[in-house]
């Protein structure tokens, strides 16, 4: 178990987590760390339990207080278990999981319910308050197309949508354990941990790559005067103008001066499609898009503490307003962290 209580495996989990009344406790805990007050009348004191988990009655005003009001679990039919275990093992699984696969794992009878509840999930993936990058190191920023091919539109690739990325570029400390000195690939038979590394991430969909699209992705993401890395595209001739250290490059192809240049953020785009395609199948519409980039830029910044993901999900939920399923399949509903206007268009995704 780790020393702040969070269960880092399955066994464990199980043992925390057995039943409704274990995870009730939980999430009160969760939504009153220094003890129960009641929302509506203000009063602090210890509230009478009912005998239904995640009901409290306040001793003051005499109001029932449900522990899922307001959060992303608001009026769910579904037991806390279920909430509980879809929030751990979309958050320490590395692949993640598909809703297909959750309802499989769980005897879920309809797919709309799991697919719902990951959602709700993935809308709680997001501070509100979250930082700017690149305070101390230098950024990487670029965009990527991800779609697939349209059948019936003539030869090519068409119709893909455009993502803007930017990676924090850190380096390890000089005799970190295990690290490489001067581009070392092995010692003594075993791989050795590169020079540089991928910090925090933040990933948005866009409608396209004008210099005011990228400028802006830059300017709600990157700090004030980072040193920022990218390709030779115009759309980011601006940024030494508006105060960052701009350090273009034309790469022209080039795969050898992309690795120098650039190296983590097209790693990012990489793996980010390859999750798309695999646990998704790359079935993924563009309304929704911006929702699984937020999965995967949370668990991409936990990586290295995997098994307290769940906590900080669950953290980030009891203070999100979740999609309800008319807004979110009309497309009305704004995903957090996505451009001003998602698109309101139906691309397929192969």
């Excluded at 059948?151 to 380096?171: D, F, L, Q």
């Excluded at 120098?260 to 519409?285: C, Y």
Aim: hydrophobic share 35%; glycine share 10%; net charge positive.
């Amino acid at each position: 178990m780790d020393p702040r209580g969070f269960p880092e495996t399955l066994p464990e989990f199980q043992k925390v987590f057995p039943n409704e009344e274990a995870c009730a406790d939980y999430l009160e805990k969760l939504r009153w760390p220094d003890g129960f007050a009641c929302p509506k009348c203000g009063v602090a004191a210890e509230p009478w339990r009912l005998a239904k988990p995640g009901v409290l009655k306040c001793s003051s005003c005499r109001a029932d207080i449900s522990l899922t009001a307001g959060t992303v679990m608001h009026s769910t039919h579904s037991e806390l278990t279920t909430w509980f275990w879809a929030a751990y093992l979309v958050t320490t699984q590395t692949p993640g999981m598909s809703a297909l696969q959750f309802q499989r794992q769980m005897g879920l009878k309809r797919y709309e319910t799991s697919y719902m509840l990951l959602q709700k999930l993935r809308s709680g993936m997001v501070r509100p308050e979250r930082d700017v990058i690149g305070t101390e190191h230098p950024v990487e920023v670029d965009e990527t197309l991800v779609g697939g091919r349209t059948k019936g539109k003539g030869r090519g690739v068409h119709e893909k949508v455009y993502v803007i990325g930017a990676v924090e570029v850190r380096t390890r400390r000089q005799g970190e354990d295990r690290s490489s000195p001067s581009g070392v690939a092995h010692s003594e038979g075993k791989p050795l941990k590169k020079r540089i590394y991928a910090g925090r991430l933040r990933l948005q969909m866009t409608d396209d790559r004008k210099a005011a699209t990228c400028e802006g992705f830059v300017r709600d993401h990157v700090a004030p005067g980072a040193r920022v890395r990218t390709d030779g595209w115009q759309g980011y001739d601006g940024l030494t103008r508006q105060g960052w250290s701009h350090d273009g490059l034309a790469l022209n192809a080039n795969a050898e001066l992309t690795n120098e240049h650039l190296p983590l953020i097209h790693l990012v785009f990489s793996n980010l499609k390859a999750w798309i395609n695999g646990t998704h199948h790359g079935r993924i519409e563009p309304k929704h898009l911006q929702a699984y980039l937020n999965e995967f830029v949370f668990r991409f910044n936990r990586r290295f503490y995997p098994m307290t993901s769940f906590n900080s999900v669950l953290g980030l939920a009891v203070r999100t307003v979740p999609p309800t399923y008319a807004r979110l399949y009309s497309g009305v509903w704004q995903h957090p962290g996505g451009p001003p206007k998602a698109p309101q268009i139906e691309i397929p995704f192969q």
